[in-house]
């Protein structure tokens, strides 16, 4: 009845394409499959009557935003934690340890995925799914930095009103919306506590210290193959940072580097 694409990377390209080629609902938890192939993907579902629904915990809050208005929205607004960096300097960042790359202060998730976070390259990826997934150019699409993890995302419409999904950060409850899609069912995560809360922060990332969002940017701009590009460098990097062979800094800088040199195709 449904597919749920949990792959990590672009390994997770071939499964997800073939479920969709058989018309299938795939709950999308990879997001690298639009980031390398979104505008295929996009034309696939087209095409064969699939249906894509993001299990992204952003993508997810947009999604139940989203609904009923889509011809009406101005702006996405994807939320970040800002990782366990936050507020750091260049400086600040030349010498940081794998291990301190890990500490999350928010989501546990894998190694890949949380270094993608502690660089901002996953709001960069986040990004480039947001363009396809939902239709929507780069310039219609901002990341603001929300320690609290509490508000998923927001969707600006053009009277001006905004709407947010607002739920603890706790993967279960996007999972189960999209496998349960159109439906909502109880669901055992935490509750917000509307007592105990005391106030929701926002902060503009910082572009210079975290240049991998930028990359996202231009990737969603241009399309083609460059987030085949982007991608494919930042899994090697990563690699090569978590085994010890490059610095913290250094994932972004060959990610740009590679970009710089790819001749893409549209």
């Not at 750091?88 to 030349?94: G, I, K």
Request: hydrophobic residues 45%; proline residues 5%.
């Amino acid at each position: 009845d449904i597919v749920v694409s949990a792959i990590v990377g672009a390994a997770g390209l071939l499964g997800t394409w073939a479920a969709l080629e058989a018309g299938k609902s795939v709950a999308l938890a990879n997001k690298e499959t639009l980031v390398v192939a979104g505008p295929l993907v996009a034309d696939l579902v087209a095409q064969r009557g699939g249906r894509v629904l993001p299990v992204d915990s952003e993508h997810s809050a947009i999604f139940q935003a989203m609904a009923g208005y889509s011809s009406s929205v101005e702006r996405l607004i994807l939320t970040g934690s800002g990782g366990p960096f936050r507020g750091r300097t260049l400086a600040d960042l030349a010498k940081v340890s794998v291990e301190e790359a890990l500490q999350h202060p928010t989501w546990k998730m894998g190694p890949k995925i949380t270094i993608d976070s502690a660089t901002l390259m996953n709001k960069a990826l986040e990004v480039i799914e947001a363009r396809w997934l939902f239709g929507l150019p780069a310039t219609q699409i901002e990341v603001i930095i929300h320690p609290e993890s509490m508000i998923h995302s927001f969707v600006e419409f053009i009277d001006g009103s905004v709407l947010a999904q607002i739920s603890p950060p706790d993967m279960r409850l996007p999972i189960q919306y999209a496998l349960t899609y159109p439906e909502r069912l109880v669901c055992p995560t935490k509750r917000v506590s509307w007592r105990e809360l005391r106030q929701f922060r926002f902060e503009m990332p910082d572009r210079e210290t975290f240049p991998a969002l930028e990359l996202g940017y231009e990737v969603a701009r241009v399309g083609g193959s460059a987030g085949a590009a982007l991608n494919a460098a930042n899994e090697a990097a990563v690699a090569e940072f978590l085994d010890g062979r490059l610095q913290f800094l250094d994932i972004a800088r060959v990610c740009r580097a590679v970009l710089n040199a790819h001749a893409f195709e549209s």
